[in-house]
């Protein structure tokens, strides 16, 4: 589709200033003559870009020139309306006037088809997606903690430089200064993650706990064949495995959804005979190691831990510590 790759060619000039004809085809995958055609095509519909000559020469998008939503069409702006960000993060981003631009353009599309073809097309006056589709990313009871500012961190980003962060640590009481290889940006359950690598490996940066970053001269240097979407997958996976440490227990029948959305893919409910404890079901949970069980203290008489022996012994070490400590002096 053409103006998707008319789109992908403004992105990547925006990335950075100069571009040779030769890596624009080979990231677009077109050839040559297709590449300097969509640079003449830009160029018309008024986007400042424009082919140098000589041996420094390349393709050119002049200094402060960005995205104009205009010059998009009403299926790629949908897809904008329905990119997973809500109000706030595109307001992070950027993206907030280009979305209103969005909508009140596919709404006057809308309404022209409407008007012209409302005999011959009944379903013409249906509302779009993002009418019937509404994205929140924040979680529940999620308070606003992330200080980095979100567009000025990806707009760094685009220039695929290395980053020096100041970045602390669950449980540091203090920054560390690192030198990282980042990849993008993730937002996951109403939070911002810095996917990078560090010292040639994954990792991932939470921002509400990144205290600076400064971009720096020298190229970025992520390790070959990796994407944002293959890395983060990689980390996802590896964060969400439930672990091959399984904890038997009885949960009250009227908890198993509150269990189901705290335990997520580490509960696996067991049908059971309910006659034989009624009210209750048998559940396994997967935990990485035997300190995890901890978290089953939240679910307070609505669980009993059943085996293994030690997971038990463990639950009831640290019940009889909270006991102790919430005890009258």
Known sequence: MKSARLLSLLLLLQTRQCW???????????SRRTVLRDVEALSTAGVPVYAERGRHGGILLLPGARLNASQLEP???????????????QEQLGLATAHAMAERKIAARRAAV??????????????????????DNAGWLAAESSTTDVAALALELRARTRLSIRYRSSGAARASRRTVDPYGLVSKAGRWYLVADSRGEARLFALDRLVAFKALPEPVQTRSGETLR???VALRDGTETPGE????????EDRVDLARRILGVRLEVTETDKESRPGWRIVTIRYPELEAVRQLLQFGDHLEVVAPPEARARVAELAADLLHRHSAS
Do not use: K, M, N
């Open 245 to 252: 440490f399984v904890v038997t227990a009885w949960v009250r």
């Open 75 to 89: 299926a790629e702006l949908e897809a904008l309306s329905l990119a997973g960000l809500d109000g706030a993060q």
């Open 230 to 232: 293959s890395v983060w």
């Open 20 to 30: 040779t004809t030769p890596e624009l085809a080979e990231r677009l995958e077109v």
């Open 114 to 135: 409407s008007g012209s073809e409302s005999s011959a097309r009944p379903w013409s006056a249906a509302p779009g997606l993002a009418d019937l589709v509404l994205v």
